[in-house]
C-alpha cells in the first residue's frame, strides 16, 4: 500500500470501530456471542430495574414496528400474571434479540440493551477489548500533531466508550475527542456525516473517515468528507473498482500527516 497523504484542511479523524480499530474476529467471536449466551441470565438478573424495563420498552416499540417483517418476534406488553408473566416476556426478549442479531440489525433498541449488557462484562472483566497493534501509537501521534480523533460506530456511545475504557492497554478513553453513534444517523447516509460535522463545530472536508465499508466511505464523500478504506486481515473483500477507486490503507501508520510532510 501507498503512504496516503492527509489533505492539509483535515483536522478530525473519524473513526469506525469493527474492522477498522479493532478486529471483525473480536466482534464477532467475542462480543455478539456474549449476548445472545448470556442475554438470558441478565434479563432475569436486571429485569425488577428501571434501565432493564427502559431496554426491554425500546425492543417492545422496534418489535412493534418489525410486525410486518419475516420472521418477527413480537414482545408481550405486562400483564397481571407476576413472574409466569415476566418469564414469558423475558424468552420473548430473549427470542427477538436473537432475531435481530441472526439478521445482524443495528437497532437503536437492541444496541442499548447489548450496550449495557457489555458494560456489565467489561466492568466485571470478563471481557477486555482489542485494538490492532498500529492503532493506538497512531492516535497518540495524530493527537500530538493537533489533530481531533472522534469515533462514529453504529454501536452504542456507551458501548464504545466500554471498549476504549477496558482494552488489553488499558483505559484509553483519553484518546478520544467524541463518540457518535446511529442516533445521529445511520452511517449509510450522508446526512449523518454533515450532521457530525456540525456537531464538532467544523466543516465536512474537514473530516478524514477511516472505515472498511466501502457504503459508508461512498456516503461520507457524498458529504465532502475525505475518505480512506481500511483493509484488515477478516474483513469483507473489495472489488475490482472499489480498490481502484478509494484510497485504500492496510494499517493507521500509512497515514502522512500535513505537518509531517
Not at 503512504?3 to 469506525?16: F, R
Not at 464477532?28 to 434501565?51: G, M, R
Not at 439478521?103 to 447489548?114: G, S
Not at 453504529?154 to 463518540?179: P, R
Request: net charge negative; hydrophobic share 40%; charged share 25%.
Amino acid at each position: 500500500m501507498v503512504v496516503l497523504s492527509v489533505p492539509a484542511e483535515v483536522t478530525v479523524i473519524l473513526l469506525d470501530i469493527e474492522g477498522t480499530t479493532t478486529p471483525i474476529a473480536f466482534v464477532k467471536d467475542i462480543l455478539f456471542p456474549y449476548i445472545k449466551e448470556n442475554v438470558k441470565e441478565y434479563l432475569q438478573t436486571h429485569w425488577e430495574e428501571e434501565e432493564c424495563q427502559q431496554d426491554v420498552s425500546l425492543l417492545r416499540k422496534q418489535a412493534e414496528e418489525d410486525c410486518h417483517l419475516d420472521g418477527a418476534v413480537p414482545i408481550p406488553a405486562a400483564s397481571e400474571n407476576g413472574a409466569d408473566d415476566s418469564q414469558l416476556m423475558i424468552q420473548a426478549v430473549v427470542d427477538n434479540v436473537c432475531w435481530q442479531m441472526s439478521l445482524d440489525r443495528k437497532t437503536t433498541a437492541l444496541k442499548q440493551l447489548q450496550g449495557h449488557m457489555w458494560r456489565a462484562a467489561f466492568t466485571a472483566g470478563h471481557v477486555k477489548a482489542e485494538f490492532f497493534e498500529d492503532v493506538i501509537p497512531a492516535v497518540r501521534k495524530w493527537r500530538e500533531a493537533g489533530m481531533k480523533v472522534y469515533i462514529y460506530s453504529s454501536g452504542s456511545v456507551e458501548a464504545q466508550k466500554l471498549l476504549f475504557g477496558h482494552s488489553t492497554e488499558g483505559d484509553i478513553l483519553e484518546l478520544v475527542d467524541g463518540h457518535f453513534d446511529t442516533k445521529i444517523g445511520h452511517k449509510v447516509e450522508s446526512e449523518s456525516y454533515r450532521k457530525i460535522a456540525d456537531s464538532i463545530g467544523c466543516s465536512t472536508n474537514n473530516i478524514l473517515f477511516l472505515t472498511d465499508v466501502t457504503l459508508e466511505a461512498s456516503a461520507a464523500e457524498d458529504a465532502d468528507v475525505h475518505v480512506a478504506v481500511v483493509v484488515r486481515p477478516g474483513n469483507a473483500g473489495l472489488t475490482d473498482d472499489e480498490k481502484t477507486y478509494y484510497s485504500l490503507i492496510t494499517s493507521f501508520s500509512d497515514l502522512n500527516l500535513p505537518s509531517s510532510t
